[in-house]
């Protein structure tokens, strides 16, 4: 039976280093800290937001949510973050996707200083990140590196599938894999047999969006395999892309949906709003 990897407690971990190093920098008079936006009503950003509040508490960062109306135009929120790039009390500023679609996301994502830009999505952060000199990590590949360093599983030299090219998870994954020395194969919806490349996989990582994509005769016996699916099942209930009881029986580590890879998206936007703080206290 696999080793369950156990992505509560590794967050924790983080969280309690972010922490102790926040309260360095507030007995140094900084009161460092993270600006959310959120625009229209989507019943998961709600929950994503609320969530990044207590992460928030948790590491002694202030909060400042900003929850703005459905109907607001692309001006307005691109004036909010005008406002935040300039407001020294804010390190950090996250804008939750997806956004209402009169509001296009990559002229408000471009918008964010890279130097608050805690979810590494400016351009001039994706390029950083492609050549191995970055500050801000990128939240979910990072985690995710972060859950195999934590429980001893080597990168260097494995063949890694990533199955899944999207700019949040998929493309970014591959690259901090390659920045650690794996063996990389990104995996998408016009791959030709995709099973016979997930069978190749020493560590397979899942990020499709589709609950029981990935199924046992998929993943080579030993393999570790790392669900980053957040889906509903037909019940209604939170699972990830992977099977998980018949994939468990064959790989070697798993991450479960919940307590997987999520709360270390989260401890590492924890992370990186730090990095942000750091370095505006220099
Ligand atoms: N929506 C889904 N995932 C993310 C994320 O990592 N960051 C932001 N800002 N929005 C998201």
Same mark, same amino acid.
């Given at each position: 039976m696999a080793q369950i990897i156990d992505g509560k407690k590794i967050a924790a971990n983080v969280k309690a280093e972010v922490r102790a190093e926040v309260e360095k920098l507030r007995a140094a008079g900084k009161n460092p800290g993270l600006a959310v936006v959120l625009v229209g009503n989507n019943p998961a950003s709600r929950v994503y937001v609320s969530n990044k509040e207590k992460d928030c508490a948790e590491c002694g960062f202030r909060s400042y949510e900003y929850a703005l109306p459905e109907e607001t135009t692309e001006a307005e929120l691109l004036e909010l973050i005008d406002r935040l790039n300039a407001?020294? $009390?804010?390190n950090g500023i996250l804008v939750q996707l %997806?956004? %209402? &679609?009169?509001?296009?996301e990559q002229t408000v994502l471009h918008a964010i200083s890279p130097a608050k830009d805690v979810d590494a999505f400016h351009p001039e952060n994706v390029g950083r990140i492609m050549i191995g000199? /970055?500050? /801000?990590? %990128?939240c979910t590949p990072a985690g995710v590196i972060e859950m195999l360093d934590a429980s001893g599983?080597?990168? #260097?030299g494995k063949h890694c599938v990533v199955i899944g090219r999207s700019n949040i998870v998929g493309k970014p994954m591959a690259m901090l894999l390659l920045h650690r020395s794996g063996t990389v194969t990104i995996c998408h $919806?016009?791959? &030709?047999?995709l099973a016979a490349q997930t069978r190749q996989a020493d560590i397979l990582v899942a #990020?499709?969006? &589709? +609950?029981? /994509?990935?199924? +046992?005769?998929?993943v080579k016996e030993g393999a570790v395999v790392i669900d980053v699916g957040m889906n509903r099942d037909a019940a209604g209930k939170l699972c990830g892309d992977v099977c998980y009881e018949e994939v468990a029986a064959k790989a070697s580590a798993i991450t479960p949906v %919940?307590?997987?890879?999520g709360p270390m998206t989260r401890a590492i936007l924890m992370r990186n709003t730090l990095t942000a703080a750091r370095n505006a206290a220099e």
């Open positions: 407001d020294s $009390s804010v %997806p956004l %209402p &679609k009169q509001i296009c000199d /970055f500050q /801000f990590l %990128p599983i080597e990168i #260097a $919806s016009r791959t &030709k047999d #990020a499709v969006g &589709k +609950a029981g /994509f990935v199924t +046992a005769d998929m %919940p307590g997987g890879v």
